[in-house]
């Protein structure tokens, strides 16, 4: 079987984010953890469950359950592979997506943040993103509603390109109520997932995907946040691949900043009040 349908098999069967399985296609290659799966080269009880998976796994199919979606499979061993997921202790074993591939090579800012803003969130969000939008930098963010969609949304006013990384199959849009914006962000963008189509968004899947917001990005922008958020957990990833985090600064009664004040008072993001701050930040670092 080659490389590619090898890779096509082992990504419709291991749930993405999984840091033993992608540690090993990384180091042994698709086709080599493929057949060691088969052959009982891997202990066939505590991996039963992925093993009949597998064995039923058809390559050619998967990619034909892709493409009739309108959307294409790409892998590390791609030429226009984003080398910048490389960076992540759990790489992709492959990524689905759908609109313009060079919207992942662009320069890029994650802007993330609670689902219920304020809408002093919803306003800095957009005019985040349309101020680096103006900078020619992609905006990334998670497709959810709430800060997601106002960085979404302020990228496309500004006429400028961004990306929704999503935590479900790329033929599912969820939220359904983004249906519209999703097909906006594909005109100029695109949409990524690590998930078959297919698969629901789980609460799991959310946290998974974070890392890949954190690591397409050159700098990741928190708005606003709860104490316990998982726009906190998106910080973490990028900090821990050393990618720049600022957080935005709000009221000091305000429950949907704690989490933005935690950051900045652990020194775990910058303060930032304007597009020129954060562009001055990313520069230095």
Not at 24 to 36: D, L
Not at 118 to 129: M, V
Not at 187 to 201: K, N, Q, Y
């Amino acid at each position: 079987m080659s490389e590619q349908l090898a890779r096509a098999c082992l990504f419709s069967v291991v749930e993405g984010g999984h840091t033993f399985w992608s540690a090993e296609i990384s180091t042994h290659g698709a086709s080599a953890v493929y057949n060691k799966l088969l052959n009982g080269g891997y202990d066939p009880i505590k991996y039963a469950k992925l093993i009949t998976n597998l064995r039923e796994a058809n390559g050619d199919k998967i990619l034909t359950e892709i493409d009739k979606h309108c959307a294409r499979l790409i892998s590390p061993d791609d030429e226009d592979w984003p080398q910048q997921f490389n960076d992540l202790a759990a790489p992709p074993i492959c990524l689905i997506f759908k609109g313009n591939i060079n919207a992942l090579h662009q320069s890029s800012l994650a802007i993330v943040g609670t689902r219920n803003p304020t809408s002093y969130g919803a306003r800095i969000a957009g005019e985040f993103a349309a101020g680096f939008a103006d900078r020619e930098w992609a905006i990334v963010s998670g497709g959810a509603y709430g800060i997601d969609s106002y960085a979404h949304k302020g990228a496309l006013i500004a006429e400028g390109v961004t990306v929704a990384v999503v935590a479900s199959g790329i033929d599912i849009n969820y939220p359904a109520g983004n249906t519209r914006l999703f097909a906006e962000i594909c005109e100029s963008g695109a949409i990524v997932t690590e998930f078959m189509p297919g698969h629901r968004a789980l609460p799991n899947r959310f946290l998974t995907r974070n890392r890949l917001i954190a690591a397409l990005s050159k700098a990741t922008l928190v708005v606003e946040a709860a104490f316990r958020s998982g726009s906190l957990r998106t910080a973490r990833d990028a900090a821990e691949i050393f990618r720049p985090v600022m957080a935005i600064p709000g009221p000091i009664n305000s429950p949907t900043s704690e989490g933005c004040h935690r950051l900045i008072g652990e020194r775990a993001a910058e303060i930032v009040t304007s597009v020129a701050d954060a562009v001055e930040f990313i520069g230095i670092n």
